[in-house]
Structure formats: structure tokens, C-alpha cells
């Protein structure tokens, strides 16, 4: 018995299908997949590695299809451009305290430094898959059982050191920040793979830098909408809600969002605006107080500091305030009278709504321009009906004519004008005129998927080259950017497991605690690509350079709506990112 823990250690190190640990957590297992031994046992002895694809999810216990001649990943970039690379090690034997260095990037005497490289090691999480029709990804998934699950590569963890399993592949992936004041010019460097006992391995980068410029992302035109979720991070982190500890343990993952060109603060007027939809349902930031002789009195405290921890995070262009019309039309209180919680029922077009809502926009109204941010300010409702907007607008108006109002949800032309910020559900599309008079108007215009499109999509198990194509087809199709409902919506385990009782896996959120997604990076990827774009059809259109703007439009065309459905999304991308890098 004295040897049992011993052979235990042994085991869960070498078996090829048990957990693997790494550091502070356990990858959960797919218990319906083992290592093909035979397969592995055609590999030579030694651990090996090579440059993969970025597009491909390489699976944890099959031996990877990498190209004989994968020791050098070449790309091209603009100066301030992020690039992303993804290398595979691949062993038969344990490797234990894996590390990954990479080197100054140098060409010539100009340097693009080792800290503006980001190597971190892909693990697991597990997935499942589309309704069983293949057509979207809605509907409650009470029974796990009823659903194909399994591991699926999408954390970028970032531990100094690592083990690699026997009969095990370990992506790496690589990420670029290309500085903004860099030379143009040729790039060379070298990832370095070290484990304790096993010699090095070694693969070269080459980046070919152009003598063009990305801005950073806070000037980045294109109108990014992820929203976040500050109480799930309270609970994930299990700190008090509101606290120091709080903010702290956000400011992270909020920055992350920053970096990607974030530009709305996702604000709750009201308790569970979505019905409670997420693990951690939504609060009211504002409360709410009726006093005996029926005034009202309204806390912003908790309102005030998280719009302003955002901005301090450089998230500052819009603040959408959620939610005049709920999917339960149910809004709470605190009453003096009875020194209790207490909610109203009504519903857009009754009495008691307009005097509800229409006292606290009055005073909102007034906040907002006390703090300087009114402007800023918007009144937001998702998936609403016209018939209830237009009630809802009333209010608004009635209470500020000034108000911006948005609206995510499907296009209604009678109600188009009163909306400051619109997005439409994928498939749709303003009509050009439309269009033209909200860009000359300011007005902001965006597309939005969930769980309903099947492709493209951000789910654990969706293509990374659909991400990027998102980016593509915002310019395709002339939205200023895009919006998704969930950045950080966690699931009880999200580092190890992104299935939830309601939508496919990973609707709910794009990043995970502390740690990046191949689905987020390849999601900046395309936003980078929409500003290229953006950038060079005015060049070509100025300088008249009509043969140019030809070849870039034919490019971006590729990605219309509909062609998502008929064409290879990896393959469009790989052919029009090549015709942009070609200028």
C-alpha cells in the first residue's frame, strides 16, 4: 500500500486518457477519445515541433499533419498590427517544465523587442455542438448527455512553465505586437522550446514589416460591442461585489477588451434586464427609492464607479444603459413605506410605466450631464418589437429630447430615425440610402450575431477563421463594427468547461478569467483587417488608383452575407488577407 500513491503519480502523467494537470487546474477528459498508439508509435523518439495554422484547432491526443519544412513561420504586417502564429509540439515521451522564450526580432540594427512577443500554451476546454439540424445554436440544453461533447483547443494560458503528457500534442501560440514607431524592413527571430532533461528545439520567425500604419486601438474606427458582465467575475473570483477586490480582479480582462478597440461600457438600470439568462444574472446599478409620500430618490454610487473604472481602462466612447423594456416586464424598488424590495408590472403604453420610467430618466437626465456624460449616454433595448420601442420612445423623449437611444434587433424603418446606435441581426442589411444619411448623421450602424447564426460564429467549436471573417464582412457590407452579448457571461468552470444550460458552448463568453481565446485574438485580427481596408480605400479613392480599389473591393466581396453559407470561410480569408498585405 505504501507505493500506491507513487504508481498513482506515475499514471496520471503517462496514460494517454487521463486528466491533464497544469499548475493551479485539471483539464476535464473526453472519455470517448484515446491516443492512436499505433500512430504515435511511428513518430520518431524524440519530441517534435513545427509551425501549424492558426486556423486549425489541433486535437490534443492525434499526432498534428505538420508540413515537413515548418521550422520558419513568415508573415507581413503594418507597424502597430498584431499577428498571430501557432506552432505544435508533439511527444510520445513526458515532457516536464516546458518553457517558451523567444528573442529580440531584429532586422538590421532595428529591433522589434522579446516583451512585444506573447508565446502562451493552447489548452482544453470542453465543447459540444450546433441543434441537431446544424442551423443555429438556441434553445436550453438542460441534459449534457443529449449533446457530442468534447476538448477543444481555445485557452491561451500563460504559465512559465508547463508539462506535456506523453502521446500528447501542446499548440503554442505566438502573438506580435508590431511596434508603431518600427522601421520598415525584415524581422528575424527564434522561438525557443526548452524542457528539463530534453535538448531545445528551436523555430524561426520572419515578419515583414510595411512601411504603412495601423493606429492604435483607440482610434480605431470600427465600433466594437462586447458586453460585459462585472457580476460574474464577482463570483467567479468569489470577491464582494463592488469591492476593491472587485476591480481589481477585472481591470485585467477589461483591459484585454480595451486592447481590442472596445468602445461601449455595458451599464444596468434595472435587476435582471435579461431575465436572469446568464450564470450570473444582471443587477440594477442604479437603486431605486420610493419614499411614503411617493417622490423617488435614485443611487448612482455603484453606476458612477464602474463607468469610471472602464474608462480608466480606455474603454470611454459610449456608455449603454440596459434596459427599458426587459424580456419580464417586472421592475424593482425599494419602498419606504414598507421597508422592502418590491417590483411593478406594466408594460410600454400603461400609465404606471411612463411614471416609472419617465421619473428616473428625468433625474438620469440630469446625472449624466452633472459627470459630462451625457453625450455619451445611451438608453438601450435588445430584440424589442416596434410597438413597444415606440412606447418606449415616448418616454424617453418625454422625460429628455436629447436622450440617444440603441437598439439591437431586427430593422424597423418606422422607428430607424429615433435610434442613435442600431445594430441588425446578421442577414440584414440597411438600406443603402439609410445608410448613407446615419453615417452623414453620426448615428452608429453595426451587425450583430448569437446563438442563431450557425455560421459565422465565436463558439468553442466554430472555425478561429470565422472570427476574423466577422471583421471582413462588417466591411463588406458597410457597418461601422460589431456587436456580441457576451465578452464575459462565465459559465461555472469556464477554464475548463464552456457548455451551458442554455446555447451551444462558448455563447457566452469570448475571454476566460485572466487568460485570452484563440477566438478573441483571431476576432482582433479581423477588426485589424477592417481598418486596413478602411484606410486604403480612402488612399486609392484619393489618389485615384482605380485599378488598386478593384482588386481590394473584389477581395472584401468575398465575404458578403450569404457566401458564409457556400463558400470556405478559412479559405476567403487566407485569399484576401494576401491581396491586403500585397499594397
Known amino acids: 500500500m505504501k507505493y500506491l500513491p507513487v504508481i498513482i503519480f506515475y499514471l496520471s502523467f503517462t496514460h494517454p486518457c487521463l486528466a491533464q494537470t497544469y499548475g493551479e487546474y485539471t483539464e476535464l477528459t473526453d472519455a470517448g477519445t484515446c491516443a492512436d498508439r499505433t500512430a504515435w508509435?511511428?513518430?520518431?523518439?524524440?519530441?517534435?515541433?513545427g509551425w501549424g495554422s492558426a486556423d486549425v484547432r489541433y486535437a490534443k491526443l492525434d499526432v498534428p499533419k505538420i508540413p515537413?519544412?515548418?521550422?520558419?513561420?513568415?508573415?507581413?504586417?503594418?507597424?502597430?498590427?498584431?499577428?498571430?502564429?501557432?506552432?505544435?509540439?508533439?511527444?510520445?515521451?513526458?515532457?516536464?517544465?516546458?518553457?517558451?522564450?523567444?528573442?529580440?526580432?531584429?532586422?538590421?540594427?532595428?529591433?522589434?523587442?522579446?516583451?512585444?512577443?506573447?508565446?502562451?500554451?493552447?489548452?482544453?476546454?470542453?465543447?459540444?455542438?450546433?441543434?441537431?439540424d446544424g442551423k443555429g445554436a438556441c434553445g436550453h440544453r438542460p441534459d449534457r448527455a443529449e449533446w457530442d461533447s468534447s476538448l477543444v483547443a481555445d485557452v491561451l494560458y500563460r504559465p512559465e512553465l508547463t508539462e506535456i503528457r506523453a502521446y500528447t500534442a501542446q499548440p503554442v501560440w505566438i502573438n506580435v505586437h508590431i511596434p508603431q514607431d518600427v522601421r520598415a524592413g525584415v524581422y528575424k527571430g527564434v522561438v525557443t522550446v526548452s524542457a528539463k532533461d530534453f535538448a531545445?528545439?528551436?523555430?524561426?520567425?520572419?515578419?515583414?514589416?510595411?512601411?504603412?500604419?495601423?493606429?492604435?486601438?483607440?482610434?480605431?474606427?470600427?465600433?466594437?460591442?462586447?458586453?460585459?458582465?462585472?457580476?460574474?467575475?464577482?463570483?467567479?473570483?468569489?470577491?464582494?461585489?463592488?469591492?476593491?477586490?472587485?476591480?481589481?480582479?477585472?481591470?485585467?480582462?477589461?483591459?484585454?477588451?480595451?486592447?481590442?478597440?472596445?468602445?461601449?461600457?455595458?451599464?444596468?438600470?434595472?435587476?435582471?434586464?435579461?431575465?436572469?439568462?446568464?450564470?450570473?444574472?444582471?443587477?440594477?446599478?442604479?437603486?431605486?427609492?420610493?419614499?411614503?409620500?411617493?417622490?423617488?430618490?435614485?443611487?448612482?454610487?455603484?453606476?458612477?464607479?464602474?463607468?469610471?473604472?472602464?474608462?480608466?481602462?480606455?474603454?470611454?466612447?459610449?456608455?449603454?444603459?440596459?434596459?427599458?423594456?426587459?424580456?419580464?416586464?417586472?421592475?424593482?424598488?425599494?419602498?419606504?413605506?414598507?421597508?422592502?424590495?418590491?417590483?411593478?408590472?406594466?408594460?410600454?403604453?400603461?400609465?404606471?410605466?411612463?411614471?416609472y420610467w419617465g421619473a428616473f430618466l428625468r433625474d438620469f437626465s440630469a446625472h449624466l450631464r452633472g459627470r459630462g456624460w451625457f453625450?455619451?449616454?445611451?438608453?438601450?433595448?435588445?430584440?424589442?418589437?416596434?410597438?413597444?420601442?415606440?412606447?418606449?420612445?415616448?418616454?424617453?423623449?418625454?422625460?429628455?429630447?436629447?436622450?440617444?437611444?440603441?437598439?439591437?434587433?431586427?430593422?424597423?424603418?418606422?422607428?430607424?430615425?429615433?435610434?442613435?446606435?442600431?445594430?441588425?441581426?446578421?442577414?440584414?442589411?440597411?438600406?443603402?440610402d439609410v445608410k448613407a444619411s446615419r453615417e452623414k448623421a453620426g448615428r452608429i450602424s453595426t451587425v450583430y450575431t448569437c446563438c442563431a447564426e450557425a455560421r459565422p460564429n465565436t463558439f468553442t467549436f466554430s472555425p478561429p477563421a470565422e472570427a476574423a471573417w466577422i471583421g471582413w464582412h462588417a466591411a463588406a457590407d458597410n457597418y461601422d463594427g460589431y456587436l456580441r452579448w457576451a465578452y464575459n457571461s462565465w459559465t461555472v468552470d469556464p477554464l475548463r468547461d464552456s457548455r451551458f444550460r442554455t446555447w451551444a458552448a462558448g455563447d457566452c463568453y469570448l475571454v476566460y478569467p485572466g487568460y485570452s481565446s484563440i477566438r478573441m485574438e483571431r476576432l482582433v485580427e479581423g477588426i485589424q483587417d477592417y481598418e486596413k481596408i478602411h484606410l486604403l480605400r480612402k488612399e486609392f479613392a484619393d489618389g485615384k488608383a482605380t485599378a488598386k480599389l478593384k482588386k481590394l473591393e473584389a477581395a472584401v466581396a468575398l465575404f458578403a452575407a450569404g457566401n458564409i453559407h457556400t463558400r470556405n470561410a478559412t479559405d476567403d480569408l487566407r485569399t484576401a488577407r494576401r491581396i491586403l498585405n500585397s499594397f
Open 375 to 432: 453625450e455619451r449616454t445611451t438608453i438601450a433595448m435588445d430584440e424589442r418589437g416596434p410597438d413597444a420601442m415606440k412606447e418606449a420612445i415616448k418616454v424617453i423623449r418625454a422625460a429628455d429630447p436629447e436622450f440617444k437611444i440603441s437598439l439591437a434587433g431586427n430593422y424597423h424603418g418606422e422607428i430607424e430615425d429615433d435610434l442613435y446606435d442600431l445594430s441588425l441581426a446578421f442577414g440584414q442589411k440597411f438600406p443603402e
Open 41 to 49: 508509435d511511428k513518430m520518431p523518439s524524440s519530441p517534435q515541433i
Open 200 to 355: 531545445d528545439m528551436t523555430l524561426k520567425l520572419e515578419i515583414t514589416v510595411a512601411d504603412r500604419l495601423l493606429p492604435p486601438p483607440e482610434e480605431w474606427r470600427f465600433h466594437l460591442d462586447l458586453w460585459q458582465n462585472p457580476y460574474s467575475a464577482a463570483r467567479y473570483y468569489d470577491v464582494p461585489l463592488w469591492s476593491d477586490a472587485h476591480f481589481d480582479a477585472m481591470r485585467p480582462v477589461m483591459k484585454m477588451l480595451a486592447d481590442a478597440g472596445q468602445k461601449v461600457i455595458t451599464a444596468t438600470i434595472m435587476h435582471k434586464p435579461w431575465n436572469g439568462q446568464t450564470e450570473d444574472h444582471f443587477d440594477s446599478m442604479v437603486s431605486k427609492t420610493r419614499n411614503i409620500d411617493g417622490t423617488w430618490e435614485y443611487d448612482y454610487t455603484v453606476f458612477d464607479r464602474w463607468v469610471e473604472f472602464m474608462m480608466e481602462t480606455g474603454i470611454d466612447r459610449q456608455i449603454n444603459c440596459y434596459t427599458l423594456i426587459p424580456w419580464a416586464l417586472n421592475f424593482d424598488y425599494f419602498d419606504r413605506a414598507t421597508n422592502r424590495i418590491r417590483f411593478i408590472e406594466t408594460r410600454p403604453g400603461d400609465a404606471e410605466y411612463g411614471n
Open 68 to 132: 515537413g519544412n515548418s521550422n520558419v513561420w513568415k508573415t507581413k504586417a503594418w507597424r502597430g498590427e498584431r499577428v498571430n502564429a501557432q506552432a505544435v509540439i508533439w511527444t510520445a515521451r513526458r515532457l516536464p517544465e516546458v518553457r517558451i522564450t523567444v528573442s529580440d526580432l531584429t532586422s538590421g540594427r532595428d529591433v522589434i523587442p522579446s516583451s512585444a512577443v506573447r508565446p502562451s500554451f493552447v489548452r482544453y476546454v470542453m465543447t459540444d455542438e450546433l441543434n441537431k
